[in-house]
T-cell receptor
Framework: AQSVTQLGSHVSVSEGALVLLRCNYS??????LFWYVQYPNQGLQLLLK??????LVKGINGFEAEFKKSETSFHLTKPSAHMSDAAEYFC??????????????FGPGTSLSVIP | GAGVSQTPSNKVTEKGKYVELRCDPI?????LYWYRQSLGQGPEFLIY????????DSGLPNDRFFAVRPEGSVSTLKIQRTERGDSAVYLC???????????FGPGTRLLVL
């Protein structure tokens, strides 16, 4: 069975500092991996995704994530935090096109606070 | 173009009542998904439609929950005999097809008193 863990339910960083949100997954088949962001009272928005190919994936708003198969990790980073980055971040995994259906498994989320 | 829309945005009901939650997917998207997000948790998969048929309903918690998509577009999630534990945000997403990126609606916040 697939699962996702996110280390740290709450992360605080200073404005301009590095953002690092951790995600580890378990999957019996090569996974598709995602990061979603949820702003207060808004729907989930896709930040970036990994399917195949290059393991360093760039997304919107300056975020990127690196797929490390040996570590079963897909950590999210941004070099310099902005106040507008304050939100809830969810890592997710699914079995991608290798199965006949999609069933995305989400992690519990990490709440990011940015301190001015 | 228009994104995924969900109505109502908020629903308050009493324990034991019946509720319907509606999802309008992005036009042309064949895949539609329902999730439930409880406070402080990540979304939990409920059901997935490919066209009109439910391809995977393994996430529905019990037989009080049912979803339909009769014409392969709009979907309705139906909850019978609501319980306080059903209180959550119900999210809908659509995708161009299996394996595609899922685009989420704003959700319906259900409160069962």
């Amino acid at each position: 069975a697939q699962s996702v863990t996110q280390l740290g339910s709450h992360v605080s960083v200073s404005e301009g500092a590095l953002v690092l949100l951790r995600c580890n997954y378990s999957s019996s088949v090569p996974p598709y991996l995602f990061w979603y962001v949820q702003y207060p009272n808004q729907g989930l928005q896709l930040l970036l995704k990994y399917t195949t190919g290059a393991t360093l994936v760039k997304g919107i708003n300056g975020f990127e994530a690196e797929f490390k198969k040996s570590e079963t990790s897909f950590h999210l980073t941004k070099p310099s935090a902005h106040m507008s980055d304050a939100a809830e971040y969810f890592c997710a995994v699914n079995q991608g096109a290798k199965t006949s259906y999609d069933k995305v498994i989400f992690g519990p989320g990490t709440s990011l606070s940015v301190i001015p | 173009g228009a994104g995924v829309s969900q109505t109502p945005s908020n629903k308050v009901t009493e324990k034991g009542k019946y509720v319907e939650l509606r999802c309008d997917p992005i036009s042309g998207h064949t895949a539609l998904y329902w999730y439930r997000q409880s406070l402080g948790q990540g979304p939990e998969f409920l059901i997935y439609f490919q066209g009109t048929g439910a391809a995977d309903d393994s996430g529905l918690p019990n037989d009080r929950f049912f979803a339909v998509r009769p014409e392969g577009s709009v979907s309705t999630l139906k909850i019978q005999r609501t319980e306080r534990g059903d209180s959550a945000v119900y999210l809908c997403a659509s995708s161009p097809g299996s394996g595609g990126t899922q685009y989420f609606g704003p959700g319906t916040r259900l409160l069962v008193l």
